[in-house]
């Protein structure tokens, strides 16, 4: 995305992993601990604030499977044009296929990214899963199988240790990242496949 009016891009954290692996809770933290200005953005936020049809979905007038993936199109294309504008973004995300991960890293491949793998055991994931109650049953399983597989990280934590731990690690890994990141390492595997 090209920058015509010279404002120096913002920084971007993406926390991907499975559905109820605790991103949403370490954005908040990591946003309340860093000394620069972080926007979260996530797809939860179109949910909470009831930004979709949501009663028609369910009742069947709109077709979900055939909404989602113009819907994450746009997703994936926010970012960079949130970060291209001069904001910092903390983009939590469940990057789900191959697809979605190639889409992400073009859109992103000039600006200063850090990827960051949130892990979580399948029964702890489970048991948040039923504990929340907002989401399907198996979803987490299914993101547990997938999420992980297809992604390089520049740093990875588990949400099952301490909040404050994973947010202090994950804040002097960001300040200490080195090169080639993971988005630098992602970008190579891409162009060897082509």
């Given at each position: 995305?090209?920058?015509?009016?010279?404002?120096?891009?913002?920084?971007?954290?993406?926390?991907?992993?499975?559905?109820?692996?605790?991103?949403?809770?370490?954005?908040l933290?990591?946003?309340?601990?860093l000394?620069?200005?972080?926007?979260?953005?996530?797809?939860?936020?179109?949910?909470?604030?009831?930004?979709?049809?949501?009663?028609?979905?369910?009742?069947?007038?709109?077709?979900?499977?055939?909404?989602?993936?113009?819907?994450?199109?746009?997703?994936?294309?926010?970012?960079?044009?949130?970060?291209?504008?001069?904001?910092?973004?903390?983009?939590?995300?469940?990057?789900?296929?191959?697809?979605?991960?190639?889409?992400?890293?073009?859109?992103?491949?000039?600006?200063?990214?850090?990827?960051?793998?949130?892990?979580?055991?399948?029964?702890?994931?489970?048991?948040?899963?039923?504990?929340?109650?907002?989401?399907?049953?198996?979803?987490?399983?299914?993101?547990?199988?997938?999420?992980?597989?297809?992604?390089?990280?520049?740093?990875e934590?588990?949400?099952?240790?301490?909040?404050?731990?994973?947010v202090?690690?994950?804040?002097?890994?960001?300040?200490?990242?080195?090169?080639?990141?993971?988005?630098?390492?992602?970008?190579?595997?891409?162009?060897?496949?082509?």
């Amino acid at each position: 995305m090209k920058n015509t009016l010279n404002i120096s891009p913002g920084k971007i954290i993406i926390l991907n992993g499975p559905s109820s692996s605790g991103k949403t809770t370490l954005a908040l933290a990591l946003q309340k601990q860093l000394e620069i200005p972080f926007i979260r953005f996530s797809f939860d936020l179109f949910l909470d604030h009831k930004a979709l049809p949501s009663e028609q979905i369910k009742n069947g007038t709109f077709s979900w499977d055939a909404m989602r993936p113009s819907l994450f199109r746009g997703i994936h294309q926010c970012i960079p044009a949130l970060a291209t504008a001069g904001n910092n973004i903390i983009f939590d995300h469940i990057i789900e296929t191959k697809t979605w991960l190639q889409e992400l890293v073009s859109l992103v491949s000039e600006l200063d990214v850090f990827f960051v793998g949130l892990h979580c055991s399948l029964p702890e994931l489970e048991r948040r899963e039923i504990q929340r109650g907002d989401r399907r049953r198996g979803e987490a399983q299914l993101d547990f199988q997938t999420v992980h597989r297809i992604t390089s990280y520049d740093l990875e934590l588990n949400s099952e240790n301490p909040l404050e731990e994973n947010v202090n690690l994950l804040i002097q890994a960001w300040e200490e990242r080195k090169h080639p990141s993971a988005l630098d390492r992602m970008i190579q595997e891409i162009k060897v496949q082509e």
